[in-house]
């Protein structure tokens, strides 16, 4: 298994405001990924976060929106920009180890906005 | 895209009964995986199962990959149990574009 750990646990943010999200996942860990989950739903991918280059996002997300960084292999951030209400989610961190994409997910960030 | 449907999307169990939950995709996948996400929201990783049949004390989970389907079985249900299962995989061919289904929400009664 791998361990993943993310921080803030929750927040809760006024609309407009921006909020960073910060992810940091144990060596074995090859690939990061970013995921929201909205109240009720299931997982939606938003983004696979490329060490040392642009996030790969996925149809439904952009970069000015959800700006991410992965500056080396064990940690990555997701920003949520000019936050609405409609943000309020819990976003996931989860990291795919070896060639296969096995995933293991952190705690996760319970977002709510105002 | 791929679509992956789970059902049943609700259960109620008493514990001690047993259950199973199935998952259909659409398309060929790789790298299919179990996930409980407790009352908490922890997702915690059940099985990664591409194909064939693997056990864990109480849970078992068998995938046929030609056929589409992964099942989930749960033996003599707990309380713990509660919360709600997901199956995921990547589309063949898609790279790593994890797809996760709706669902099954279940709860076991004392």
């Known amino acids: 298994s791998a361990v993943i750990s993310q921080k803030p646990s929750r927040d809760i943010c006024q609309r407009g405001t921006s909020l960073t999200i910060q992810c940091q996942v144990d060596?074995?860990?090859?690939?990061m990924f970013w995921y929201r989950q909205q109240p009720g739903q299931s997982l939606t991918l938003i983004a696979t976060?490329?060490?040392?280059?642009?996030?790969?996002?996925e149809s439904g997300f952009v970069i000015d929106k959800f700006p991410i960084s992965r500056p080396n292999l064990t940690f990555s951030t997701l920003t949520v920009s000019n936050m609405s209400p409609e943000d309020s989610s819990i976003y996931l961190c989860?990291?795919?180890?070896?060639?296969?994409?096995?995933?293991?997910f952190g705690p996760g960030t319970r977002l709510t906005v105002l | 895209g791929i679509q992956v449907e789970q059902s049943p999307p609700d259960l109620i169990l008493q514990e001690g009964a047993n259950s199973t939950l199935r998952c259909n995709f659409s398309?060929?996948?790789?790298?299919l995986q179990w996930f409980h996400q407790n009352p908490w929201g922890q997702l915690i990783n059940l099985f990664y199962?591409?194909?064939g049949t693997k056990q864990n004390g109480r849970l078992s989970a068998t995938t046929v990959a030609t056929e589409r389907y992964s099942l989930l079985y749960i033996s003599s249900s707990q309380t713990t149990d509660s919360g709600v299962y997901f199956c995921?995989?990547?589309?063949?061919?898609?790279?790593?574009?994890?797809?996760f289904g709706a669902g099954t929400r279940l709860f076991v009664k004392a």
């Open positions: 989860s990291g795919g180890v070896g060639g296969l994409n096995e995933q293991f």
């Open positions: 398309d060929s996948v790789n790298n």
């Open positions: 060596s074995q860990v090859t690939m």
């Open positions: 976060a490329n060490q040392g280059s642009e996030a790969t996002y």
């Open positions: 199962i591409p194909s």
């Open positions: 995921a995989g990547d589309p063949s061919g898609g790279g790593f574009k994890t797809i």
